[in-house]
């Protein structure tokens, strides 16, 4: 009986040549693109403003002050920040010359920003000055004070709170793994255009000239320069042209919930809501999931699998739905809070040659391009119980120092290590 079924050697050579060739197509030779090239699109809407209001030097000054970039100006990377406007960062790269190089891009006239712009090297990071930094709040034995407090974490669309909300963190005797533990969310790694040794960057020190109001990315792009292959020529589409504004807009608030609602985005894949606010003793923290997440890594960019992925586990809102209640009375006693609403455009990837079908025919294309697209908002929370406090807590005519109440803790310190939530902080609290 064995031996009917053993296979005979004719069976086994053939197997293994199937299995042999199966390897060899699944093992591809791919080579890295010589060149590689990035293009990050954004429209960014704060409050109700779509653009930059032109305050001539008298802006200048005023956002140096507040340590922004220049009112009216332009700086790489403003795709990544939250001042109204389109925002365009491009960078490039090659293998030819890995210290950098200068290149051109020849742009569509629909752009408004002339037939070309010049990508250059990011001008050099200062090094940074050996001045020891200012420290946390100290005990009187040196150790850094325990704050107080606690963070709330609420989540999904909803007009009252759900069960099991909210997750709380209380700081008196939380530890940094427990910050660690409750931040935890989803998050990508950066895949865009970075100004890094070796690019060649638009907007730099030479251009850098905002990109003006209905302007369009849609047409023939064509970047040149030492190093770069002769190849290196795309076109975008409706699909990857800027998106419209997120005219993100709020009503109800205070002891009721409130509704965020926004118009539908032709380009968008998804959208995502998070909502942040609190006083002296407590941060509020809201996001549309359906999953405890605070969402600090989904305001940003998100490739095409991630947008799928978290689509489908209901992180990320499909784009059939254009409204969505934060829970009453979660923000009733927040001082100031702020809701951020993001708008997801579809990722274009191209590469020059395509890829063979034949696996065994090794790929090493002469360029690879990505081009990613956002459309994000900002808006203030107010309500009746905002404009009374607010009118309540307007200046008097008692000015004895003695007479206030003593400063309460910040909750600044106890949020190392997640980007952008600090500064996020102190302009949400006045810190």
């Known amino acids: ?7 005979s050697p004719l069976v086994s050579t053939l197997v293994l040549a199937v299995s042999s060739t199966t390897a060899m197509a699944q093992s591809q030779v791919v080579r890295p693109p010589v060149a590689q090239y990035w293009m990050d699109v954004a429209t960014v809407r704060m409050a109700d403003m779509d653009e930059l209001p032109n305050l001539g030097a008298l802006g200048g000054m005023a956002a140096g002050m507040m340590g922004m970039q220049g009112l009216g100006d332009n700086s790489f990377g403003a795709t990544k920040g ?8 491009i960078a490039v790269a090659t293998q030819r010359k890995p210290a950098g190089t200068q290149a051109t891009q020849t742009i569509p006239a629909g752009l408004g920003l002339g037939a070309s712009l010049p990508l250059l090297p990011p001008e050099p990071v200062a090094a940074k000055s050996n001045v020891p930094q200012s420290r946390d709040r100290e005990t009187d034995d040196g150790m850094p004070e325990q704050p107080k407090g606690r963070i709330l974490l609420y989540w999904g669309c909803s007009d009252t709170v759900r069960a099991g909300q909210p997750k709380v963190l209380d700081l008196t005797n939380a530890k940094p793994a427990d910050y660690a533990q409750f931040m935890r969310g989803r998050a990508t790694r950066e895949r865009g255009a970075t100004a890094a040794p070796g690019h060649a960057i638009w907007p730099n020190a ?10 369009s990315l849609q047409g023939e792009h064509k970047v040149s320069g030492e190093g770069i292959p002769a190849s290196l020529q795309f076109s975008i589409g409706q699909v990857q042209d800027f998106m419209p504004p997120m005219l993100l807009s709020s009503t109800g608030g205070g002891a009721n919930a409130t509704t965020l609602a926004w118009p539908a985005q032709p380009q968008a894949r998804a959208y995502f809501l ?13 996001s ?7 969402g600090w890594g989904l305001m940003d960019y998100l490739s095409t699998p991630n947008l799928d992925l978290w689509l489908a586990d209901k992180t990320l809102l499909p ?22 609403g993001m708008a997801y455009g579809q990722e274009l990837n191209l590469a020059y040659p395509p890829r063979p079908a034949d696996r065994r025919v090794a790929w ?12 994000q908002a900002m808006l203030p929370l107010e309500d009746s119980a905002g404009r009374r406090r607010a009118a309540a807590e307007a200046p008097s005519s008692k000015t004895d120092k003695s007479e206030q109440a003593p400063e309460q803790k910040s909750l600044l310190p106890v949020l190392p290590g997640i980007p952008g939530v600090g500064e996020a902080l102190k302009g949400l609290f006045g810190r």
């Open 319 to 340: 784009t059939s739905q254009t409204q969505c209640a934060i829970p009453a009375g979660i923000f009733a006693n927040s001082k100031g809070a702020m809701v951020q």
């Open 364 to 375: 090493a294309p002469e360029w690879s391009a990505r081009v990613r697209v956002k459309s």
């Open 274 to 286: 998070n909502a942040m606010g609190g006083n002296d003793g407590e941060m509020v923290l809201w």
């Open 288 to 294: 549309s999931s359906e999953t405890p997440e605070p």
């Open 1 to 7: 009986m064995q031996a009917r079924n053993r296979p």
């Open 206 to 215: 030479q251009s850098k000239q905002q990109v003006p109001k209905g302007a």
């Open 82 to 89: 939250m001042m109204p406007g389109r925002w365009l960062d």
